[in-house]
């Protein structure tokens, strides 16, 4: 009795769909996701590397003013020059680590935009979802209400059951199988004059051989 209804099927669709947009949104997200955390890391190692780096010239430094106050220049100028290709080395570190920024620049953004493309799948998933229910819910309600316009009632022959919708202008006595039956006891004959066709019951008693007409004709 539940027909298919297509809105319904329609809004199946529409949700699948939907579902399939986001988990290609979180497909395209994902590795966006794992390349900003391989970018972060490497940050952190050249933080880490500058970090070193300083403390190393720092050191140097210091030596080389222990080294100028004891008169000893020959070493303060070895420690020198150590600082200074600590410094170099330490501002080739900064380069490095700015061309990281930039990636993560770069890939901050292509995140966001995956991210905001996930926000708005998610969103027309969940307006799908709502939308199918809601439907769903309607298609439920309009077949209560469908089956409440059914009734039964019993056949007068074999007592089995009916059923007819309540808005039916003739509600049958009989079932169909009975109905089926009564039918097939009803035969054709053709009249005997005029070879018209007569339909007659087999329970009659008596199986006319001319039609009314005819009938009708001779007794006049
Ligand atoms: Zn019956
Ligand atoms: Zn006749």
């Not at 590795?31 to 970018?39: E, F, K, L, N, T």
């Not at 050191?59 to 200074?84: F, V, W």
């Not at 905001?116 to 769903?136: G, I, P, V, W, Y």
Request: charge should be positive; glycine fraction near 2%; hydrophobic fraction near 30%.
């Amino acid at each position: 009795m539940a027909g298919k209804d297509y809105e319904l099927e329609r809004l199946a669709n529409e949700r699948d769909a939907a579902r399939r947009a986001v988990d290609s949104a979180k497909a395209r997200l994902d590795p966006i996701s794992a390349r900003r955390d391989g970018i972060r890391s490497q940050i952190e190692a050249a933080n880490d590397r500058i970090a070193d780096l300083k403390r190393s010239a720092d050191n140097e430094y210091e030596a080389m003013k222990i080294c100028y106050q004891a008169r000893n220049k020959y070493d303060a100028e070895n420690h020198k020059y150590r600082a200074q290709s600590f410094r170099e080395a330490l501002q080739r570190e900064y380069d490095i680590k700015k061309g990281y920024y930039t990636q993560m620049e770069v890939a901050k953004s292509e995140f966001n935009a995956a991210l905001s493309e996930l926000r708005s799948a998610k969103d027309r998933l969940r307006r799908a979802r709502d939308a199918f229910q809601a439907r769903l819910q309607a298609v439920k309600a309009a077949n209560e209400r469908e089956r409440a316009n059914w009734k039964e009632k019993s056949c007068k022959c074999c007592g089995g059951t009916i059923r007819y919708r309540v808005d039916w202008n003739r509600v049958p006595d009989l079932c169909k199988s009975c109905q089926e039956r009564e039918r097939a006891k009803w035969h054709e004959t053709t009249c005997r004059k005029c070879g018209r066709s007569i339909r007659y019951h087999e329970d009659w008693s008596h199986i006319p051989s001319i039609c009314k007409d005819c009938k009708a004709a001779s007794a006049r």
